[in-house]
């Protein structure tokens, strides 16, 4: 025989052997005096759900599962959606708290905007080892990127089914080891540079550009640079923009580049104009990302393949024997939300190709890195 | 020992016999009168990068491939990318016209956007059968979606690598044969509906909704339904929502259901309006979708893990024996312009899962299917 409950305020009186049968052996609420506990609404429902609790008492009406469910998510707050996720935990063997004032646990969320402190299996309230910070998310929900550090994200989608996604503060460092030359000359041609005589070490081993070949010809040397590669590649002086390789009177005026160009200065100035020019503000956080990855000591090629801005290779030692690309990058400002059906795109796709999606958070200054994998609880 | 050729207007001269040599074996230039042949300076950069031309005069001075590819990149138009696509599709054994007034093919764009006409292999112009009407597109450009109908797009991205997509009208059709009752009740709980007493042929032969069980319970005929799918089924007169499967005094009142909910017209309208509060003009859109694919006979699912609006299948017999999913659909609306990164990413993540990647365009009044494909050509 089922014990009953009386909704009491906003929990759930439970008496007899609650405490023992609940609490002690399975983590449900929190307990009062003697035997008696408290659920949450929602600890109730997955109870009456389950047939571990008979019924509840509202305001006089002893309500089933149905009708308290219905009692319960008509005070919103998602119930209907934390429900999903709570039940689903539960059935996946966890215990877990709602974190809730006055329930157990209800203080280690560690700075997460969590839903649930969902304990590592074996592990019990209040104090037993965390597997997650939960937070659930409704699919039409936004998720401030910059929040989602050390979470876990539970996704409703509209048809309740549920996705589940670890996020990680991420430090990517490489192990590629090549210092361009110092004295490369490249001609500006709309959104790309051309490097018609570029040693060998350029593109063999930093990986830097694109041969200008076809299966017919190549033209020794010449190599295509993004204008990232080119704007990073003039910042640390290795390339000028050379308009004596244009022909007189034929030059690019609209590139901006002029008199000054033939500086490494000037040439940076000009390549981040026109960047700016097509790309707008984007340019100036993606050539942050591009600066801090090589600077980690890791090559940044494009990933448009993939829909990303970048994919990485941590430890190139020749373009010829090539590792496997580890992450994908897409590069977001710092106050990004995420609307949940794209995360769910990027991180499908990355995992697809046996990569880890990571979202680079820059303002083109500072810059942090997230990574986002799905996960089966 | 290679011809030369000199810019004349718009167009690069080559005397000799440049008509046999160049025109009548391999499809390039017009013929002017005699041997003498007329190249686009495209055609002509081409030419003197495989070596077949010796040099070109501009201006009264003789140009290399070097100087004359800065020189006609000089004028803008995208020279630089469009040059990349016109040698690959060289390289790949076609001959193609560019699309330019006088010269061979210019007037069999087809209403196309296209900067090349590409002949089938063996093929030649200017009469020769056509295997794609190929439009350039740099990597940050955007593409009207109303007008890819039937052209293949050559994307060059960042740097200079190409990825090229074959664009058609979609016209799917399924053959699902189930009707749902007439006598359908449900409650609309925040942004679901949950039927408690649905007939086990809604889910398992219609495949509407999804059961609300875990593993350690079902409520029997129990479904959670999305809001598509209840609008749908209110739309067409067999769901109604019916307030006293709540308690009197919970019941949720900003549903905006009140008195008239209890009859399918005022259900559609109370469902409607819920799924505009929650997800604005796009929830219309979503539902003409899923309203024109299930008279298709086409059974909608959400897309949510492959980030697209829909999956779809095309002949549902029952959910215990489903095959596998053809489409995976987003909506958008009919002025909407991909940017060629999105795209890329939703194309990419189809053909990993072995689905075509379909657009439905629609102001949620007309309708409008294009699908878009990776291929190489």
Known sequence: MQPDGELRGDGVHVGGDARQR?????????????????????????????????????????????????????????????????SDLRDRGF???????????????????????????????????????LRVVGERESIPAAGIDGTTLAIVDEESDLTYFETQTADPTG????????????????????????????????????????????????????????????????????????LAGTTDDANGAGDEADDAEGTADAIRRRGRTVEGDRFARRLRTYTD??????????????????????DVETVEDLPHSEHLVRVIEPDHAFVPRELSLDVRLAGGVRKRMVFALTDASSIDYRSVARITP
């Not at 149905?66 to 999903?84: I, N």
């Not at 309230?125 to 597997?131: L, S």
């Not at 002086?237 to 050379?242: A, H, Y």
Request: proline residues 6%.
């Open 22 to 86: 609940f609490y002690d052996s399975r983590g449900y609420g929190r307990p009062l005096g003697g035997n008696a506990i408290s659920l949450t609404p929602l600890e109730a429902a997955h109870l009456l759900f389950r047939g571990d609790l008979g019924a509840v008492t509202v305001d006089g009406e002893t309500l089933g599962f149905e009708a308290f469910f219905v009692h319960a998510a008509a005070a919103g707050d998602r119930f209907a959606v934390r429900f999903l996720v709570y």
């Open 95 to 133: 215990y877990l708290s709602p974190t809730r004032e006055g329930w157990p646990g209800h203080n280690r969320q560690g700075g997460a905007d969590a839903d649930f402190i969902v304990y590592e299996r074996g592990a019990s309230p209040p104090d037993g080892a965390i597997a997650h910070r």
């Open 175 to 246: 192990g590629t080891d090549y210092d361009p030359p110092a004295d490369l000359a490249g001609v500006l041609l709309e959104d790309r540079v051309v490097v018609w005589d570029a040693p060998a070490g350029l593109y063999d081993r930093g990986f830097y550009g694109r041969p200008l070949s076809g299966r017919a010809a190549t033209i020794d040397g010449a190599l295509q640079l993004s204008l990232l590669e080119a704007a990073y590649l003039a910042e640390r002086g290795s390339l000028r923009l050379d308009e004596t390789l244009a």
């Open 293 to 314: 990855l090589r600077e980690r000591a890791i090559v940044p090629k494009t990933g448009f393949k993939f829909g990303a801005d970048f994919r990485t290779y941590l």
